[in-house]
């Protein structure tokens, strides 16, 4: 700041408020605990000072016009100065209309003594919150950034230099962190021995508690029960590839490290993230470290969009709803699959080692007083994630079905039906010729029939397989020939097992069939998503 004539010592405070209408005056040389002078409606109604309060020379202050005795022409003394940390020595008493350098405080007794001596019948004052710039002693800082050398004694550093007595430099220094974070608006009041007084402000923002992405939780609804289950959520941590939390996160899914149940970093072996069902397409759970006033009843705020972030996107925003991950519940938000507008980056011949995938991202906007999340002009604290997945909302591929080789291990691990419990040969209930031991018994003949390159069965086997598809299969049809399935006609595809999206498991047509009744029965050893 800068005067034209050093004839008087200029003020400034702190002030916010704007947006609530509650006023809220700190004072920036006490801990954070101690530094709102006041700040709810519950002292202060619309238009009213808070108690004890009053506005004069665009200065607040505590207010004297009452209750003031003297018992000196240079002391003061009023019940408001009695333990009020926010008066101190070098601060400013208005009285007998003249502002007069505070030189001693005792809150005990509640007693300012100030210098210029006043007639003791002025029993009325105005004790201003603000600091004062009027040292021309040379002060200095630690390198701790406390105060040295305080030669005035009012707890602040400040520096007073001119060239040329015509233009004055004034620095005075305090501590952001000791005010909260959100809008500010710094107030400089200056006047001259005459009594006239002029003002100044700057709007700024005081960001000491940034808000940080310390991970994301992505889902998607694989077996299409309308929830995101705790199996279907990936983690990515930054601690996973030894990154520091951060304010802007560039997530390529199939590149990022994961985290085991202790912790530990885990090599990457994914794939790709891979949005899959239509209706709950993407679920984004962030954790965070920093913001302000982010609680169950004013969680996190998001916008989210396609593309890549350079900075946080301003609009609209939504608040995060309450969905429960892999590790608790959080806040975070759930989308339908038409906000993948950009269509599927797999398709039956693009799959997932050639597609380049897509970019979404999400902006996340904490609750910092005096501001509006997403607001072009005055945002909250945000912080943003580019996610690189890919998108497989489309069914466009024919189901993949196929049988496992017959096998023989041992007397115990083979494909002959209840194998596993075989002591002997004699106990097995069937008979398997696999492929290689018919060819090389010499008893192959011929490319069809029974003597062709194919393996023999007889007695009791069993058949394994695998189904699969790129979404959800529904329902297993199988048909052999020459046995009825269900009752059905012998060699027809029959309909054996119904995918259940509510309980996430198959259901089976007949699951009641034995293999000693009915001689077949089915059963769904593994679940692939």
């Known amino acids: 700041m800068k005067a034209q004539a050093l004839t008087s010592s200029p003020f400034f405070y702190y002030r916010s408020g704007t947006k609530t209408g509650v006023d809220k005056v700190y004072d920036p040389l006490l801990s954070t605990s101690s530094t709102t002078i006041y700040t709810t409606a519950a002292n202060k109604s619309a238009g009213t000072l808070a108690t004890g309060i009053a506005k004069a020379d665009s200065l607040f202050g505590l207010d004297c016009s009452t209750g003031g005795t003297r018992d000196s022409t240079t002391t003061f003394k009023h019940s408001g100065i009695k333990s009020n940390a926010h008066i101190r020595k070098g601060g400013l008493i208005k009285i007998g209309g003249v502002y007069r350098t505070i030189s001693a405080v005792d809150t005990t007794n509640g007693i300012v003594t100030f210098s210029s001596p006043v007639?003791?019948?002025?029993?009325?004052?105005?004790?201003?919150?603000?600091?004062?710039?009027?040292?021309?002693?040379?002060?200095?800082?630690?390198?701790?950034?406390?105060?040295?050398?305080?030669?005035?004694?009012?707890?602040?550093?400040?520096?007073?230099?001119?060239?040329?007595?015509?233009?004055?430099?004034?620095?005075?220094?305090?501590?952001?962190?000791?005010?909260?974070d959100g809008n500010i608006i710094i107030y400089c009041v200056a006047f001259d021995k005459a009594g006239n007084i002029s003002s100044t402000s700057l709007t700024t923002q005081v960001q000491n508690n940034p808000l940080k992405l310390t991970k994301i939780y992505l889902a998607t609804d694989l077996n299409g029960n309308g929830s995101y289950d705790a199996t279907e959520y990936e983690t990515y941590a930054r601690a996973a590839e030894n990154m520091a939390n951060t304010t802007a996160w560039n997530l390529e899914t199939k590149q990022h490290a994961s985290l085991d149940a202790e912790n530990n970093i885990v090599a990457n072996n994914r794939i790709r993230f891979i949005v899959k069902n239509s209706t709950n397409a993407l679920a984004v759970i962030p954790e965070t470290t920093g913001g302000n006033n982010i609680t169950t009843t004013t969680p996190l705020n998001y916008i989210f969009g396609d593309g890549t972030l350079t900075a946080a996107k301003t609009g609209t925003t939504a608040a995060?709803?309450?969905?429960?991950?892999?590790?608790?519940?959080?806040?975070?938000?759930?989308?339908?699959?038409?906000?993948?507008?950009?269509?599927?980056?797999?398709?039956?011949?693009?799959?997932?080692?050639?597609?380049?995938?897509?970019?979404?991202?999400?902006t996340f906007y904490d609750n910092t007083d005096e501001t509006t999340p997403g607001d072009t002009t005055n945002p909250s604290l945000a912080a943003y994630v580019n996610v690189t997945l890919d998108i497989d909302l489309v069914d466009d591929m024919k189901p993949t079905a196929t049988f496992d080789p017959f096998h023989w291990t041992s007397l115990t691990d083979n494909s002959v039906y209840d194998s596993a419990n075989a002591a002997k040969k004699a106990d097995l209930k069937g008979h398997i010729e696999l492929e290689s031991d018919w060819t090389a018994s010499g008893n192959k003949s011929g490319t069809t029939g029974v003597k062709d390159g194919d393996p023999k069965v007889s007695g009791l086997i069993t058949l394994t397989g695998t189904s699969y598809d790129e979404t959800r299969l529904s329902e297993i049809d199988i048909g052999i020939t020459g046995i009825k399935l269900n009752g059905g006609t012998a060699g027809a595809s029959t309909k054996l097992a119904t995918y259940n999206t509510t309980s996430g498991n198959w259901d089976l047509v007949n699951s009641t069939a034995t293999v000693e009744s009915n001689g077949w029965k089915f059963q769904s050893a593994e679940q692939h998503h």
């Not at 759930?334 to 080692?353: C, E, H, I, N, Q």
């Open 119 to 180: 007639d003791t019948s002025f029993t009325t004052a105005f004790i201003p919150y603000a600091q004062v710039v009027d040292s021309t002693y040379s002060e200095t800082l630690n390198e701790d950034g406390t105060l040295g050398n305080d030669s005035d004694g009012d707890g602040m550093y400040e520096m007073v230099s001119t060239q040329d007595n015509k233009n004055w430099t004034l620095t005075g220094t305090t501590n952001s962190t000791y005010i909260p």
């Open 320 to 362: 995060c709803a309450v969905l429960s991950n892999s590790s608790n519940t959080g806040y975070g938000l759930s989308l339908a699959g038409g906000k993948f507008t950009s269509g599927d980056t797999l398709t039956s011949t693009v799959r997932s080692a050639a597609s380049s995938g897509h970019t979404v991202n999400v």
